[in-house]
């Protein structure tokens, strides 16, 4: 009996270069930071103007930057107003480039909150799928759903 040595790839599209694969862990980690740090403008910036944000169990969709940046702000000003230290941890990032140039990511993401000298809670698990766009030398998110843990939606 002979036992394959071929890595196995995934069916539809295989997999993207090292390259590409690190950029994008690159660019969710200073997203990610830039929420972390209440830039709730900078945060903004990094999705499309026309850029649409979904997170269906708990809101209805943002609809351009401008709405994206102004509900991060007040969301930024009510963790400062509340004390609270807001961390996104992301993992399992799976990349897949479109004939058009695009990004289609998915990922996996744990939303965690701090009181001050309170305890680490989980505020939420949830996966994240992102239509990226490419802009100069680097990318927009065009489109983000979330999709809570436990919601049932799908």
């Known amino acids: 009996m002979s036992v394959s040595t071929e890595p196995a ?10 390259e590409l694969y690190t950029q994008m ?3 969710y980690a200073w997203q990610m930071g ?20 979904e997170e269906a169990s708990r809101m209805e969709p943002l609809r351009g930057r401008a ?18 230290d807001f961390r996104h941890w992301l993992g399992m990032l799976d990349v897949h480039l479109q004939p058009d140039g695009t990004l289609r990511t998915r990922t996996y993401a744990l939303a965690m909150r701090t009181r001050l000298g309170g305890p680490l809670e989980i505020f939420a698990s949830v996966v994240c799928r992102d239509h990226l766009v490419p802009e100069g030398k680097g990318w927009l998110v065009q489109h983000r759903s979330l999709q809570h843990d436990g919601s049932g939606l799908r």
Do not use: H, M, N, Y
């Open 67 to 84: 709405a994206i940046a102004a509900s991060c702000r007040q969301r930024a000003d009510r963790l400062e107003a509340e004390q609270t």
């Open 25 to 27: 862990q690159q660019f």
């Open 34 to 53: 830039l929420i972390d740090d209440r830039k709730a403008e900078e945060w903004a910036a990094t999705f499309a103007e026309d850029a649409v944000f």
């Open 9 to 18: 790839v995934p069916a539809a599209g295989g997999f993207v270069t090292a």
